[in-house]
T-cell receptor, first 113, second 116 residues
């Protein structure tokens, strides 16, 4: 069965600092991987996705993520965070033909001024 | 991506009453929609898969008689929480599937349900 682990429940970084949010997945075949962001009381917005090809994917708002098959990871990065990046971040995994997504527990990002 | 709306954005009801939540795909014909619930500071839990013109598929542990799902058209799915109780208070989010090929889902803004 598919599963997603986000080891960090809460991360605090200073504005302007770099960011890396970790995501590990468990899936037998090639996964489809997603990062979503959720602001308080809102739905989810897609930041980026990986289906195949280049393992470094670029997303919106300056985010990027790298798929590492050997480590079963899909970590999200941003070189310099802004106060508006404070939110909950969810990693999710799916597979071709299945339509369902499995979500990680989420990582809450706090930005210090 | 698809634009998805939900109505209402929040609702307060008395215990024992039923509440209907609408999920609309505004610019995309969605044969498949999903309903999730999310408790505070927790992840999304898939409740059911809603298929246009057919019965919904419920996840294990979700009471289908309590959470009634209707997907009568390609742009509208509804979730009715019947005989709501305080433990049903939660944030309910729907999503639209972009198709089985790529799994991508587009999410609505969510509905906050509070049962008194």
């Amino acid at each position: 069965a598919q599963s997603v682990t986000q080891p960090d429940i809460h991360i605090t970084v200073s504005e302007g600092a770099s960011l890396e949010l970790r995501c590990n997945y468990s899936y037998g075949a090639t996964p489809y991987l997603f990062w979503y962001v959720q602001s308080p009381g809102q739905g989810l917005q897609l930041l980026l996705k990986y289906f195949s090809g280049d393992t470094l994917v670029q997303g919106i708002k300056g985010f990027e993520a790298e798929f590492k098959r050997s480590q079963s990871s899909f970590n999200l990065r941003k070189p310099s965070v802004h106060w508006s990046d404070a939110a909950e971040y969810f990693c999710a995994v799916g597979s071709q033909g299945a339509q369902k997504l499995v979500f990680g527990q989420g990582t809450r990002l706090t930005i210090n001024p | 991506g698809a634009v998805v709306s939900q109505h209402p954005s929040w609702v307060i009801c008395k215990s024992g009453t039923s509440v209907k939540i609408e999920c609309r795909s505004l610019d995309f014909q969605a044969t498949t929609m999903f309903w999730y619930r999310q408790f505070p500071k927790q992840s999304l839990m898939l409740m059911a898969t809603s298929n246009e013109g057919s019965k919904a598929t419920y996840e294990q542990g979700v009471e289908k008689d309590k959470f009634l799902i209707n997907h009568a058209s390609l742009t509208l799915s509804t979730l009715t929480v019947t005989s709501a109780h305080p433990e049903d208070s939660s944030f309910y989010i729907c999503s639209v599937s972009a198709g089985a090929t790529y799994n991508e889902q587009f999410f609505g803004p969510g509905t906050r349900l509070t049962v008194l």
